[in-house]
């Protein structure tokens, strides 16, 4: 069985960086799509980025695009969100997740991916 534990998350002002790690353990992760959601206080968990098994295609968000990178390294099971230019509406929770598949075409959707992490607190201050 597989587990996700999430990283890196805290406390950054408007306009900082902070990287996320999602380290997996158990079954191997190398053939799976990977991705990042988040959900704030009140709000549906919705999708960030997410990355095919061989790092090839990657997806992001529109609130995201151009500020985040999903990135992965396979030898370590790990995929990274790095977040720069961040603002206070990225404050959530971030969780990373597990598809059965190497790639699918509905990487937007909760529902696809299999497992999840415990999430990090991301908080972003004006």
């Known amino acids: 069985q597989v587990q996700l534990v999430e990283s890196g998350g805290g406390l950054v002002q408007a306009g900082g960086s902070l990287r996320l790690s999602c380290a997996a353990s158990?079954?191997?992760?190398?053939?799976?799509?990977m991705a990042w959601f988040r959900q704030a206080p009140g709000k549906e968990r919705e999708f960030v980025a997410a990355?095919?098994?061989?790092?090839?295609?990657?997806n992001y968000a529109d609130s995201v695009k151009g500020r985040f990178t999903i990135s992965r390294d396979n030898a370590k099971n790990t995929v990274y969100l790095q977040m720069d230019s961040l603002k206070p509406e990225d404050t959530a929770v971030y969780y990373c997740?597990?598809?059965?598949?190497?790639?699918?075409?509905?990487?937007?959707?909760?529902?696809?991916?299999?497992?999840w992490g415990q999430g990090t607190q991301v908080t972003v201050s004006s």
């Open positions: 158990g079954r191997t992760f190398s053939v799976n799509a």
């Open positions: 997740a597990r598809d059965l598949a190497s790639y699918s075409e509905t990487y937007y959707l909760p529902a696809a991916y299999e497992t």
């Open positions: 990355i095919s098994w061989s790092g090839g295609r990657t």
